[in-house]
């Protein structure tokens, strides 16, 4: 029953409503895979089997009565263990939250109910969307199935690694700083930072609330904009009227300052964005410069923000349950004791400068590509190397400005680990970024890989 593992979201309704296949099976296909293999990535906190069933045989007598709920109607799916189910624990992958019980779901996970998806399990993460790979925490962290010595990235790392592994065709996570975008890059997924405020964060442990998004990571750019739009309760066609449509006259920025300038990036990364560009002009593109404020200015207004933010939620456990945390989390998290209201006001001010700048240069351009990572995955047993890669990244900009920011494959290095970037527009454009990404990716292939 592999072959199932890597089926589509739109092939799987397709079999689902010609009688092919049916919820159920899927959902049992896939249930076997994540019990045979999962003890070797550790993808779930919660397997969540008996829902999932009784989810999957419901959705199948619907369709069987010609109940349509649409493209996600059976379709299985895993969620980040930070967003409440009603009558299951959230636990952030803390023994802080290790007994919490929500007494209610998550908006999202109605909206997810009512597209008739089939909730398979709550995935790992690191402890509250923070800190790191850890292993003193209750749950072993994560690993990357192209290669299970490595990171997946984080702090969505059971949802990207899931998706990888086959156990899911889509997952949902959290990011706040790239936390979508990085196990994505990681692990040769699509992974959507969508338009802040547009996927509900109800019922959605907070880390930083003026940067928190919630949204979708898949192995297809297809699959990731029916997730989305059943996420904010959009029809289907929204995000995939135009998303064949060809790319001559689009206008993209490269934001080559990011990775030439700013930081020095790894050089398969660089190659892997430069044969991208290239491959964006033969699709019609305009493909041009563009220049945003340093890196390091983006990611300093946005540390301060989020770690005034994080300690704000996290102050009382801090002081009462210190021990309770990991080692990573408790340092992360406690890193804005010291800043004060002044510093984070400051930040604020700071933000909006940048953000301005931003939508200055979307004036002159329809999207922009830059990286995601500046780095490829590197090594779990290597927690040094791990901790410089959380500080060499281009997601913060995207985050500050609450745009949609898109993690896409670019290839694969020699030794076999994903390489990516990043496409990113205006507020509200998931639609343009999807057409971008559909077309690169079915002129290169990259998405039609597996671990």
């Not at 069933?53 to 996600?72: V, W």
């Not at 989390?329 to 933000?351: C, F, M, N, P």
Request: aromatic share 6%; with cysteine.
């Amino acid at each position: 029953m592999d072959d199932l593992a890597w089926l589509g979201i739109a092939e799987a309704g397709r079999r689902f409503r010609s009688g092919e296949l049916t919820p159920a099976a899927l959902a049992r296909a896939l249930l076997e895979r994540i019990e045979r293999l999962d003890p070797q990535y550790n993808t779930f906190l919660r397997v969540t089997a008996d829902r999932a069933l009784a989810q999957a045989e419901q959705a199948g007598k619907e369709l069987a009565q010609h109940i349509d709920r649409g493209p996600l109607h059976g379709i299985p799916y895993a969620l980040k263990d930070i967003v409440d189910v009603a009558g299951l624990p959230t636990t952030c992958h803390s023994k802080i939250l290790a007994a919490n019980v929500a007494v209610r779901d998550a908006a999202l996970v109605t909206r997810m109910d009512t597209a008739g998806a089939v909730m398979i399990g709550k995935t790992a993460l690191h402890e509250f969307a923070s800190g790191g790979p850890a292993h003193d925490l209750p749950w072993p962290p994560a690993r990357n199935p192209w290669n299970r010595d490595f990171h997946p990235g984080g702090s969505s790392s059971g949802s990207g690694a899931a998706v990888a592994a086959g156990f899911v065709p889509g997952a949902v996570g959290t990011d706040t700083a790239g936390s979508i975008r990085n196990p994505a890059t990681c692990c040769g997924l699509i992974g959507m930072k969508p338009t802040y405020g547009l996927v509900g964060t109800e019922g959605v442990f907070p880390l930083a609330p003026s940067l928190d998004h919630a949204g979708p990571i898949t192995r297809t750019v297809e699959d990731n904009a029916l997730i989305l739009a059943a996420l904010c309760g959009r029809p289907a066609a929204f995000y995939l009227a135009a998303m064949r449509e060809p790319l001559r006259g689009i206008r993209l920025g490269v934001i080559e300052n990011f990775y030439t300038e700013d930081a020095a990036a790894d050089a398969r990364m660089v190659a892997a964005i430069e044969a991208a560009v290239l491959v964006f002009r033969e699709l019609g593109a305009d493909v041009q410069p563009v220049r945003l404020p340093p890196l390091s200015d983006w990611n300093a207004c946005g540390r301060t923000i989020q770690q005034f933010e994080q300690y704000a939620v996290h102050r009382d456990w801090l002081r009462t349950r210190p021990g309770d945390y990991c080692v990573l989390s408790r340092a992360k998290l406690g890193a804005g004791e010291s800043l004060t209201r002044d510093e984070y006001e400051r930040a604020l001010q700071e933000r909006q400068g940048l953000v301005e700048a931003y939508m200055n240069q979307m004036h002159r351009v329809d999207a922009m590509i830059t990286l995601s990572g500046l780095d490829l995955p590197c090594r779990l047993d290597d927690p040094q190397r791990i901790s410089s890669t959380y500080m060499r990244h281009a997601r913060m900009p995207f985050s500050l400005a609450g745009v949609p920011a898109m993690a896409v494959p670019t290839g694969f290095s020699d030794d076999g680990l994903p390489l990516g970037m990043q496409l990113a527009g205006a507020p509200m454009r998931e639609p343009l970024l999807y057409r971008i990404a559909w077309a690169y990716c079915n002129a290169t292939g990259w998405t039609d890989r597996h671990a």
